[in-house]
């Protein structure tokens, strides 16, 4: 027998742990292990005859890092393995993502109609930029897919949600909505950073095209930024490559080297992280101090049946109401010791966050009060420490309230 017939050389035949640490990766003459990283911005030609044939896509090739470079490639291609996607494009943040994944999708006189529970900066680009151009929004509650329907116009080009939602982890029916989008002629973009790739696959329940913060779990050691967008071959090298190539917000081959290693442990980190979040739901949702905890997978959440169907597990974060309100939010939050305040999320250090003064701060009260962000609300990215100590620090803290 020789490796040849080993079924295993066949990258589909790989279960997902593996295919990230291994999928996607190409090795120079070389034969380095790790990855390369090729910081380079352009690429010389052996021809001027080789050169005319790359920029008129009749030979595979390079030709600049804007929009091609092998480090990007395996990034990209990593990606794809992980979502079940046909194709991806990385981007320099996931906002870079998201605004490239809309924007390539509209034109002047279209509409867009977004759930109104969403990153902020998300939100800003639907409600305040669009608009700018030309590009109507109307934001629903996207709580009952009936508000997706009700909004969609003949022009309606666009759905985008975002679900589980920050920093109230409610929930969008995804292959309900995208049924509504389909049957209008709209496609759907999820951002799915709040579930994970592991958790939840947005393209098998009918989205037409993926967004990630690679920043978050992707990273998840907080050191770079960068964004991601997964969709069909046609759409991701059709409308997403060229607004990339012609707009450029395009990954540093460094953040996508980075992010490539980050993809090797993330399997496990993301499964560790939801143990220890499912745990602390578990024991927090109990304690007298606090109203209510929201998480997906916790049979308290208001949509917890929707939750078990299209999440496989219930998310590394959780939002937390305390019963005093903002006093109580901010009492206990700085008397924590491991866990540490900050706006960020999916991060192996475990991070917790005031929305309403922070994050949400920009949002007016009604739209505050509607979306959940209320003054004892707090959201908690679950890292990597030890569940015990992360348990014995959050009871000190609401010991202190
Ligand atoms: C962080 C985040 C973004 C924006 O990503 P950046 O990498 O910070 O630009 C978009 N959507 C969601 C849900 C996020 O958590």
Known sequence: MSKASNPLLDPSKRAAATQMVHGGGRRTA?????????????????????????????IEGHNYSRFANPTMDMFQERMALLEGAEAARAFATGMAAVTNAILSQVRAGDHIVAAQALFGGCRYVVEDYAPRFGVASTMVDGRDPENFARAMRPNTKV????????PTLELVDIAAVAE?????????????????????????????????????????????LGGVVLGSRQLIEGDVHTFLRQTGASISPFNAWVLLKGLETYDLRVRQMTDSAEKIAAALARHPKIERVIY???????????????????????????????????????????????????????????????????????????TGVTPG?????????DADDLLADLMYGLDQV
């Open 296 to 370: 997906p997978h916790h049979p308290s959440h208001p949509q917890y049946e929707l939750a078990r169907r299209q999440m496989a597990r219930g998310s590394t974060l959780m939002a937390l109401d305390l019963k005093g309100g903002q006093e109580a939010a901010f009492t206990f939050s700085d008397s924590l010791a491991v866990v540490l305040i900050s706006n960020n999320l999916g991060d192996a250090k475990s991070l917790i966050t005031h929305p309403r003064t922070t994050t949400h701060a920009r949002l007016t009260e009604e739209v505050r009060l509607e």
């Open 159 to 166: 759905v985008f949600i975002e679900t589980p939602t920050n």
């Open 30 to 58: 070389f034969n380095e292990t790790s990855e390369a990283l090729f910081l380079n911005s352009g690429y010389s030609y052996p021809s001027s005859e080789h050169a005319e044939l790359l920029f008129q896509n009749r």
């Open 377 to 385: 609300l707090l959201r908690l990215s679950v890292g990597l420490e």
């Open 180 to 224: 509504i989008a389909h049957a209008h002629g709209a496609k759907l973009i999820v951002d799915n950073v709040f579930s994970t790739a592991l958790w939840q696959k947005p393209l098998q329940l009918g989205a037409d095209i993926v967004t990630y913060s690679a920043t978050k779990h992707i990273d998840g050691q907080g050191r770079v």
